[in-house]
């Protein structure tokens, strides 16, 4: 079952169950909110990271004042082909033609091709499962107490929490797109994060990130890692 979609790159990574705020400026984008729009909802598009070149700013971002031309000549090549379905929760018009999104990420899917004739880039895309594969529970066990170590070092204090992550969900799947989605790691890291084929497989992935952060933190001065509890993220 394949499924077409328009996409918006970005210099970040969309996981299912997660939101995120996004600010529409550019003309391209201006037609595809048009487009969505002018259609019955669900009001949905592919959030799909970019490997090099600009971004497509979410709001707060500076920069990315144009995702194709950023893309070069080859955007098959400068986008990782597995992305999150993200669904518009609220939409608000702006006095200059623009939009203030917040979207959902619902569900992974891997792009199969990609048309570059219009307006914005859409491409072929299919679903993929969500399997959450062995010793899932377990392994989950592992990764919430490693990522309580892990915001603790991040935070600088011990009481501290990151984010506003206090509790941590019961279900595998959702902890670990959360983590994924919570810690400060490359885009590469997140990328294949979302990429994994099962939660197990991203849970223990994220058991060796976490560890390995953790490690570069207790090396660093503390000013460093408050700044980097301050970055934020959206549970949904």
Do not use: H
Request: proline share 7%; charged share 20%; aromatic share 6%.
């Amino acid at each position: 079952m394949t499924e077409r979609l328009p996409l918006f790159p970005l210099g970040t990574v969309l996981y299912p169950g997660l939101v995120l705020p996004l600010s529409v400026f550019e003309e391209r984008y201006r037609q595809l909110m048009a487009d969505l729009l002018a259609g019955a909802e669900p009001y949905r598009f592919g959030v799909v990271a970019i490997r090099d070149g600009q971004e497509t700013a979410p709001t707060g971002v500076p920069g990315g004042s144009s995702a194709l031309a950023g893309l070069g000549p080859d955007p098959a090549r400068s986008l990782f082909e597995v992305g999150c379905t993200a669904e518009v929760a609220s939409v608000e018009t702006r006095a200059d033609g623009g939009y203030d999104l917040l979207v959902t990420g619902t569900t992974r899917f891997r792009m199969l091709s990609i048309d570059v004739s219009g307006p914005y880039l859409t491409a072929e895309t299919e679903r993929l499962v969500e399997d959450p594969g062995p010793e899932a529970t377990v392994l989950a066990q592992g990764v919430e107490r490693t990522f309580r170590a892990y915001q603790r070092r991040l935070a600088g204090a011990r009481e501290a929490t990151i984010a506003g992550v206090q509790e941590l969900p019961d279900d595998p799947m959702v902890l670990s797109y959360l983590v994924a989605a919570a810690s400060v790691l490359s885009t590469g890291d997140k990328q294949r994060l979302l990429a994994a084929e099962t939660a197990s497989t991203r849970l223990s992935a994220e058991l060796q990130l976490l560890r390995r952060e953790t490690a570069v933190l207790a090396k660093l001065p503390s000013l460093p890692a408050v700044e980097l509890g301050r970055q934020s993220f959206n549970p949904n």
